[in-house]
C-alpha cells in the first residue's frame, strides 16, 4: 500500500492537520495517511505531554477511515524523523510505499535535521505549499540541497535515484496550533478549529491553561 506518513507534534490537532492528509489522499493516491505523534519534538518547546496529544489524535481521526493515529515515536522514544523511518523500512521491508509529508515551510529548515541526507534513501516525500511560501521548490531541491533531482514530465515533481518528491498545493485554512494555544489561554472556544469532540477533552483535561 501506499502510506503517507504525517509527522508532528500536533499539538493539538486541528482541522488543517486533515485537510492536509486528505487533500494528499485524493492528489497522490495514497491508501492510508498514518499522523505519527512526536514523542517529543526537539525543535520544539511547551509541548503537551504527549498522552494528551495522542488521545486527541485517536479523537480527531474516528471519522476518517483511511486517516490513523501512530505511536511509533512514543513507543520506541525516537526523538528523530530519520530513526522513525529506517523503523518503518525494516518493519515493513516491502508491503508498503512510504510517503513523508511535510510543508515547504518546514522542508526549507530539512538541514537543521539529523541526518537529514540519509532521508532521502528512506522515503519518498510529499511537500505541500503553506500560504505566503513563494520558494521553487526545484532551486531548493538542486541549489539549496544539492540533490541531483529528475523532473516529471507533467512537472509535478521529481525521481531522486529510486525515490520519488511530489509537490502538492493545499487550500489553506489559515490555522496554526500557536494561535488556537493562544485562543485556548484567553478562554475562546476552539471547536470550529480542533472538533467539537477535541474540544471537549482540552476542556475536560484544563489543557492549554
Excluded at 52 to 71: C, E, Q, T, V, W
Aim: with cysteine; proline share 3%.
Amino acid at each position: 500500500m501506499k502510506i503517507g506518513i504525517f509527522g508532528g507534534s500536533f499539538n493539538p490537532i486541528h482541522i488543517g492537520h486533515i485537510r492536509v492528509a486528505t487533500d494528499a489522499l485524493r492528489i497522490c493516491c495514497l491508501d492510508q495517511v498514518w499522523f505519527n505523534c512526536a514523542s517529543f519534538p526537539p525543535h520544539k518547546k511547551e509541548v503537551l505531554p504527549h498522552h494528551h496529544r495522542y488521545n486527541m489524535l485517536k479523537i480527531a481521526l474516528k471519522g476518517y477511515p483511511r486517516l490513523f493515529p501512530s505511536d511509533i515515536d512514543i513507543k520506541n522514544n525516537f526523538l528523530f524523523t530519520v530513526d522513525t523511518l529506517k523503523y518503518l523500512r525494516e518493519t515493513y521491508k516491502e508491503n508498503h510505499e512510504f510517503y513523508f509529508l511535510i510543508g515547504l515551510d518546514a522542508f526549507l529548515e530539512i538541514k537543521t535535521w539529523k541526518d537529514w541526507q540519509t532521508l532521502f534513501s528512506l522515503t519518498n516525500f510529499i511537500i505541500f505549499n503553506r500560504a505566503g511560501v513563494t520558494v521553487t521548490l526545484s532551486g531548493v531541491l538542486k541549489s539549496y540541497l544539492g540533490l541531483d533531482v529528475i523532473p516529471f514530465e507533467n512537472g509535478q515533481g521529481f525521481f531522486y535515484k529510486d525515490k520519488k518528491i511530489l509537490q502538492i498545493k493545499i487550500k489553506s485554512l489559515n490555522i496554526s496550533g500557536s494561535e488556537i494555544r493562544e485562543m485556548l489561554k484567553k478562554g475562546i472556544d476552539v471547536s470550529v478549529c480542533v472538533g467539537k469532540e477535541v474540544y471537549k477533552y482540552i476542556e475536560a483535561n484544563n489543557l492549554y491553561r
